[in-house]
């Protein structure tokens, strides 16, 4: 058996490799406003650049939750909700910026508060 389709464990004489790098950007946010925060924006290419990492919603207004949208320009490619003591991992690609809006009346009190690590990785060459 040979190629790329063999399961021999670190053979990949014929495939090829991409070296990547990958920055680490943890921070904590703060939402006490209707408006939605930008987390993260991507300055390289979208199809090439892949992030893994956790956004935690920490504290907020009883019943409130957090919604986590992943954008390619202005549009919507997928939106994820957060309640109270819930985190969300993922692994993505396909997006330039990630925003942080909460739900109900503004300014929420206690305000929404969280966590969030992303780690981005970036094909060299």
Request: hydrophobic share 35%; with cysteine.
């Amino acid at each position: 058996m040979s190629g790329c389709n063999s399961i021999v464990e670190g053979d990949h004489a014929c495939c090829s490799q991409t070296s990547f790098v990958q920055d680490k950007l943890c921070a904590n946010y703060t939402l006490t406003t209707a408006a939605a925060q930008v987390i993260y924006a991507l300055n390289t290419n979208p199809t090439k650049t892949f992030v893994s990492g956790t956004i935690s919603l920490e504290s907020g207004p009883t019943g409130g939750d957090v919604t986590v949208t992943f954008l390619l320009g202005a549009t919507t490619v997928e939106t994820e909700t957060l309640p109270v003591g819930a985190t969300l991992a993922f692994t993505k690609n396909g997006f330039t910026s990630i925003t942080l809006s909460g739900t109900g009346a503004a300014p929420f009190t206690p305000p929404y508060q969280g966590e969030f690590c992303l780690t981005p990785r970036y094909p060299l060459g």
